[in-house]
């Protein structure tokens, strides 16, 4: 009896507090759903919105290499005046001199912090470096206009000398004015330098203390050790770090496009010379994008930004697995 | 032949030390290789810091942080007032809208699991690697086509930035919250709801908070977005956003490429600005952090 008296009304607290936690499950659910949801949205709003401009000249007319809004007509389909070639090639050529100056600098600095600077400097070392990611890409545009090209003029000249070699000789083509794909691409090293140092931290971190202990048991030199005992193992970590890293580098707008020259008519000669990437010739003409199917063929540019920012990511997840938090 | 075979870490034991002065030198090559390397990285901060405050400070002061800018960018004087207040409303709005759905997915992540969670962890994972300048097209495909440039259109591409951050960080200090305190609260007889609302969140709430404060301190620095969907608006302060609407971001943009060198004064002082109040933030959430009752344990 006391037993029953007891568990009545525990039990029908328990049915409507089982109503209410299935309807805060049920929120908590749609909320994650959002994520599904912003993703398939994008994907589809971008393709809506390019799709008049892909109908009307066919998808596979983006591809060479002039890009000539003013040329445009409501009727005419061919040739087409928008032509995404020239973007594809800024956007891999920055990414590429972007990831060519970071990925050697952050193994570095990684190893440095990790395994060689004094204990009490690990914590503030990292968190100067992650400061660089704190500091807002037209932050990075202004100083790279003012502060970096200044600088970066003497190798630029210095590079032009590199064009009477064959084959080579052709990415360094001059004059060197500033404004060019490698100003570019120094500044995007810069901003993706933060995201691929805190990854390889935390993949040389995973190493084994007994096998770097056993290298330098042994008698290995401390650079040995690293060579032996954290590198290898730390191969896979490092190619997800930079394909991150590159991930980073194709979508990074503002600072390339206030350091490019945004020369949007061909595929520049070189690296010293003036371009544009995906996502600067969105930046630069999307409000302003007044010509028959102006708007809709930037959307065709954001859509395959989008594809292959999607890849890039994709595969970069798969290989580094998760990476923490405050690697934003 | 043999002391060859034997090079390397392994050569040392042999007794012979063979290239032991070369290998000596090799290390210290590289130990003082990676120090520049180290010193060279925070040298390019100190310069990017130096470089914004000192020409930030040629005009950043009162009249800069209380006026707008004159009506013609090549004069003088005048200040980002109205940038300043447009990026509190957007990022604002971004607040608002981004932490509770990001709080509530985390929770789904953590606390209940199964497989859509697993997908949900994933795709938050690919979602911060979208270009900031496509999800300002889509919130122009999904609402400045309906509604127009607007403060609330680029709240809300702030939001979707922010959106995966939070979900990310929010997800990470859930997982830090011991299990025996979940326990403890339902072996009382509380709901799981109520477990999740009065236990679980309180106690990772100062590492919530770390996180959304470093979404918000990203979202204060976009630009990209921000141009296609608030569009900005020099000339006067706007209060309602439901109209275009400047930000400091869109002004140091707007202002910094024009060939003006009294707008350019003006860009500078808003990027320091901008900066002061980006690593406020940062600098804040990691010292919360730092306090957290729960922990990441480095």
């Known amino acids: 009896m006391t037993a029953q008296t007891l568990l009545a009304p525990t039990d029908r607290r328990s049915s409507a507090g089982r109503f209410s936690d299935q309807l805060f499950r049920r929120l908590m659910a749609g909320a994650a759903l959002t994520v599904i949801v912003v993703l398939i949205a994008t994907t589809v709003f971008l393709l809506q919105q390019s799709w008049p401009s892909l109908t009307h000249y066919g998808p596979l007319s983006f591809f060479h290499a002039r890009w000539a809004p003013s040329e445009a007509t409501v009727t005419s389909s061919k040739p087409n005046p928008y032509g995404i070639l020239q973007f594809i090639y800024g956007t891999l050529m920055t990414s590429l001199v972007a990831m060519l100056i970071a990925v050697p600098v952050s193994i570095a600095v990684a190893l440095y912090i990790t395994n060689l600077s004094p204990k009490r400097l690990r914590g503030p070392l990292s968190s100067l470096v992650d400061l660089l990611a704190a500091i807002p890409s037209v932050v990075y545009g202004f100083w790279g206009v003012f502060a970096l090209i200044p600088a970066l003029g003497p190798i630029g000249n210095g590079l032009t000398s590199l064009s009477g070699f064959p084959v080579i000789g052709w990415l360094f083509q001059g004059p060197f004015f500033g404004y060019s794909i490698f100003s570019a691409g120094v500044v995007l090293a810069i901003m993706c330098l933060p995201i691929v140092t805190a990854i390889c931290r935390e993949v040389f971190d995973t190493a084994p203390v007994a096998e770097k202990e056993a290298a330098l048991a042994i008698g290995a030199t401390k650079w040995e050790m690293l060579r032996v005992a954290v590198l290898p193992r730390s191969r896979s970590g490092i190619i997800g770090a930079s394909i991150l890293g590159l991930g980073r580098a194709f979508g990074e707008t503002i600072a390339v496009t206030m350091l490019i020259g945004n020369n949007v008519l061909t595929i520049p000669k070189g690296l010293l010379r003036t371009g544009a990437t995906l996502p600067s010739v969105i930046a630069n003409e999307f409000t302003e994008a007044n010509q028959p199917f102006h708007l809709e063929s930037l959307f065709v540019v954001a859509f395959g930004l989008l594809v292959v920012s999607l890849l890039v990511n994709f595969v970069g997840k798969r290989i580094v697995g998760r990476v923490s938090a405050h690697i934003a | ?298």
Do not use: C
């Open chain 2, 1 to 298: 032949m043999l002391d060859q075979q034997l090079e390397g870490p392994l050569s040392s034991v042999t007794g012979q030390f063979p290239g032991a002065r070369r290998r000596e030198l090799t290390n210290l090559f590289m130990h003082g290789l990676l120090l520049l390397v180290m010193i060279a990285t925070v040298g390019v901060l100190v310069w990017v810091l130096a470089y914004v405050a000192g020409q930030g400070l040629k005009y950043l002061g009162p009249e800069f942080l209380t006026q707008t800018p004159p009506g013609n960018p090549s004069e003088p004087g005048g200040g980002f007032l109205n940038g300043i207040i447009g990026s509190v409303i957007t990022t604002g709005i971004a607040t608002v809208l981004s932490v509770p759905a990001g709080a509530a997915a985390a929770i789904y992540l953590v606390e209940y699991g199964g497989r859509l969670a697993r997908v949900t962890r994933f795709l938050t994972d690919i979602l911060v690697g979208v270009p900031t300048i496509v999800t300002g097209a889509l919130v122009y495909a999904v609402w400045v086509v309906l509604f127009g440039f607007s403060g609330i259109a680029g709240g809300i591409a702030l939001a979707l930035v922010m959106l995966p951050l939070v979900i990310r960080s929010t997800d990470e200090m859930l997982r830090l919250v011991p299990r025996d305190l979940r326990e403890a609260s339902l072996a009382l007889g509380v709901t799981k709801a109520r477990t999740i609302l009065v236990i679980v969140l309180p106690t990772a709430s100062s590492g919530i908070i770390t996180g959304v404060m470093l979404a918000f301190a990203r979202a204060m620095g976009e630009t990209a977005p921000l141009l296609l969907t608030a569009l900005g608006n020099d000339l006067f302060i706007e209060l309602n956003p439901t109209k275009r609407m400047s930000t400091l971001s869109l002004q140091i943009f707007g202002n910094a490429i024009t060939g003006f060198k009294a707008a350019q004064a003006r860009a500078w002082a808003g990027a320091l600005t901008l900066v002061v109040l980006v690593l406020l933030f940062t600098v804040a959430a990691r010292l919360i952090a730092r306090r957290s009752s729960v922990s990441r344990g480095g």
